[in-house]
């Protein structure tokens, strides 16, 4: 038995893939949660309901989806050109923190203001992933261990900036940063909730992507140096230009995240305003498949089972980490199957 | 200033050091005899947590200490398993899968720490390890501290250091793990199994990372929390490369890394007005400096990160 590479992929298995891994990772979480004394069906029932089951927790579900699709890009744009950014979650706390500093006293109309501080926020994030990507174009330090190390850098640098300079002296107990000046919180998208027009800007930022890779030269030179360096290289494309590049377009993508989570959720942020966004998104691109359209909708699943475990959790007494539990199952398990859209068994 | 000074020469001091190093010790070994035998193992920092929870929970369930520490190498070896399968056999993307392995080991944890143990106001402790007397050795002015009354496991990774410095250069199996990080075809050509020697040094190395989160369980503290490890696992990575993949440099690494954390704590309270923060970033900052000055004279085994696949070239 060996395996080949398909020259081609059909479409089916391309939808298919992400839906077999999804199932089979709820099959195996549900072992745990028999294991917690709980039937799975009643609990994936309520995990259902909890995300889907009423208008506002779909709002909910959105709410959440946002910053995970912003997340999930910033992933699949750099790992689709082999660029290892594990570094989302510290991408996202400069974009959100920058955001609440120039937010809270920057004398500019609303929507100009607003887009000002997407710029700015994307520009935190992009200097934060162009660092490693420099280490790795000049010294050959690898990209993983800087970025993963600069998570916890950054998260105290929030810390150390709400706690001095940003600090909201107008928050009571745990420290917070300053809030964003009313004008730039992002109007709702449905009234009454907490959905807010971020998630048309992260659709459009989904758009914008796949637009940029699948049809520019950048995109091409993108993923021919993910796909084969040397060759690449060959080919007259500049590694380290294309290199940092994406860098500058994942590292925006995640600081992005930060900037809009600030804007229309939390207003002011806290060092732990983020449950993880960055590290999920890594989930999310792999489960699309590193597609920006599979991105949007791997974002709600990912979303789903989040929101839906907290009101799963409180219904039926099981712990609300199996949430990350099936998240983590679905990255691996979806590994596998990607497997099988790349190659074929043969005998 | 000189309070700073001071504090270099306080048994204390170097008492920590040895304590702090020593979850990192295991878990610098871990890594690198994954690495060595040609598999990048970020599953790492879950393994860590994994451990630290299973080694807690056996003690407090009613085992022995040592029993615990047991637990955590078989539950990190499983962890190892599963990397292993999906990167060897498989020959799935070593970053994804380790990643994937991270995020599940520690989600796993803290899933069955919240469904076993009842948590309340504060979480429930065990009676850790305690630190060794030795008698008279123990009593040895400044020696005595740092050397002679350590907690059992920290004698333990010193040991593990010896043993894998031993293995990996002087017995065949030794020869056989690097040359499989080198050359896996020529490793086959000699009639041994690749895949073989990377599923067992993946294993072996991930229930020493198992066992490195225990100790933080059984030893440095007395209860499992969420976040506990803090990118230890991390900084075990950035140290292999750093020790060029070596274990007594590996040793020396850690040590040096233990005591920028003990010496950054201490200095904390003597240094006024700056931000606690910045003390604590130290550490991660200097891991991050280490390997660019490393980086150019790294010698990255040649096979690291190729799937060994019989037949391809």
Known sequence: MRLERRAHVPLGLVVAAPVAAIVAALALAAGLIAAAGVNPLTAYGEMLRGALGSRLAITEMLTRATPLILTGLAAAVAFRARLWNIGGEGQFYMGALITAWAGHSLGLPGPLGIAVLMVLGMAAGAVMLAGPAFLRLRFGVDEVVTTLLLNFIVILFVGLMIEGPLRDPLAFGWPSSVPVDGDYRLPDLVPRTRLHIGLLFAIAAAGAVWLVLARTVFGAEARAAGFNPRAASFAGISLPRTLMGVALLSGGLAGLAGAVEVMGVTASVTTTMSPGFGYAGIVVAMLAALHPAGVVAAAVFVATVFVGADAMSRATGVPSFIADVIVALSLLTMLVALLFTTYRVRQ | ?313
Not at chain 2, 83 to 104: D, E, K, N, R, Y
Not at chain 2, 249 to 277: H, M, N, S
């Open chain 2, 1 to 313: 200033m000189i309070e700073a000074l001071e504090i270099l020469t306080s048994a204390s001091l170097w008492a920590a050091v040895l304590r702090i190093a020593t979850p990192l010790i295991f878990g610098v070994l871990g890594a690198l005899i994954c690495e060595r035998s040609g598999v990048l193992n970020l599953g790492i920092e879950g393994i860590m947590t994994m451990g630290a929870m299973v080694g807690w929970l056996t003690v407090y369930l009613g085992a022995d200490l040592w029993t615990g520490l047991a637990m955590a190498a078989a539950a990190g070896a499983m962890m190892g398993l599963l990397h292993a399968l999906l990167t060897v056999p498989l020959g799935l993307s070593q970053h994804v899968s380790g990643l994937g392995i991270t995020l599940f080991a520690s989600a796993l944890a803290y899933y069955l720490y919240r469904l076993i143990v009842v948590v309340g106001e504060s979480p429930p402790t065990i009676v850790p390890f305690r630190p060794l007397d030795l008698g008279p050795l123990s009593d040895l002015p400044f020696l005595g501290p740092v050397f002679f009354s350590q907690s059992a496991p920290t004698y333990v990774a010193l040991l593990a250091v010896v043993v894998m410095g031993y293995v990996l250069a002087r017995t065949p199996l030794g020869l056989a793990i690097r040359m499989t990080g080198e050359n896996p075809h020529a490793v086959e050509a000699q009639g041994v199994n690749p895949i073989a020697i990377r599923i067992g040094a993946v294993m072996a190395g991930s229930a020493l990372m198992g066992v490195g989160g225990a100790f933080l369980t059984t030893a440095a503290f007395n209860s499992f929390f969420p976040e506990m490890v803090q990118g230890r696992g991390w900084i075990c990575i950035a140290l292999v490369v750093f020790a060029s993949w070596r274990p007594y440099k590996a040793l020396l690494g850690a040590l040096l890394f233990a005591f920028f954390d003990a010496y950054q704590l201490r200095l904390q309270t003597v240094v006024e007005g700056v931000p606690y923060q910045l003390f604590l970033m130290a550490p991660y900052v200097l891991s991050i400096v280490a390997l660019i000055l490393v980086a150019r004279r790294a010698e990255v085994p040649a096979a690291l990160m190729t799937p060994y696949r019989r037949g391809e070239r």
